[in-house]
């Protein structure tokens, strides 16, 4: 099987869940990894350390930013030259944005978000969670190549292999596109959602703190929205001191405590951490397809009847403005911090 995997980065710096694609691809055979940007040779260099066999590398200043068409008809003109069995993706922005213009180009289809491959006979078996994540499907693509977006941090990542080496081959860039990227801007430092570990999140009930008395002058959801930022400083410290990132629920986001780059959820991130804590969360159901998969989930919520203790394996029933410090003195005091 001819298995190529596309390798998604910022600026020559992969996201993990492309090398977790690596590994996956492993398992089937010979991979052979997509490098596409500017000045990207070393992140080729680093495809190798984790599994490549292989790298087609296209290299050129109209890469230097993503911008879909360009990539996309990169793919595409290689693809149907070389054709493949399987393309693999990361299931991020730029990944699924890809895969979805170039299996047009290609005219095959894409599974998207797998959670498990398997090959049986002649095809690729692909596992994905289906509504909102309370059932798995198992699917196939009829069509050839198959294009796969595989969820991030469902499958181990490689060790890295420092020092291993192999065979780069350039190959031509399709360079038109009818857009241009202006800038960046720069978001808040610290983990990613999609890659962290640990997740501690919080919901409509980091605004429900009654000893906290708001600034003079403020209206009732100026108020609000203040005692919803204490709380969530809370729940940053919690998540800061175990390592992990800060998340939030749609309810949150939309009442204006939080900007939406937190959010977890099926309109927001999907996570798969190894823990996941729920501050102050309730339990709706587009929030449990974004967190579900995570390997223990902790809840932390006053209303004993909250729909997320029917998913988390502790749950803990009381005020979250009390146990949250509690929580992270005693993280501190237990990892030295």
Known sequence: MKTWVYIDHFKGEALPASWEAVGVGKTLGDVSALVFGAGVEELAKTAFEYGADEVLLADDA??????????????????????????????????????????IDLETGVLVDVVGLEVEGDKEVATRPIYAGKLLEKTVCNARPQLVTLRGRAFPKPEQNEGKSGTITKV????????????????????????????????????????????????????????????????????KTLGGAMGASRAAVDAGYIPYAHQVGQTGKVVSPDLYIACGISGAIQHLAGMRTAKVIVAINKDPDAPIFKLARYGVIGDMHKIVPALTEAFKKKLGK
């Open 62 to 103: 109209s890469l230097e930013d993503f911008r879909a068409e360009a990539f996309a008809s990169t793919l595409s003109k290689l693809a149907s030259e070389q054709n493949p069995d399987l393309i693999l993706f990361p299931t991020t922005t730029r990944g699924r944005e890809l895969a979805g213009m170039a299996a």
């Open 172 to 239: 031509d860039v399709v360079a038109d596109a009818k857009t241009t990227v202006e800038g960046y801007s720069t978001s808040e430092g610290g983990v990613s959602l999609t890659d962290a570990g640990v997740i501690v999140s919080g919901g409509r009930g980091t605004s429900a703190n009654p000893n906290l008395t708001p600034p003079a002058g403020m209206d009732d959801k100026e108020a609000e929205i203040w005692k919803a930022q204490q709380g969530f400083e809370m729940v940053g410290e919690l998540a």
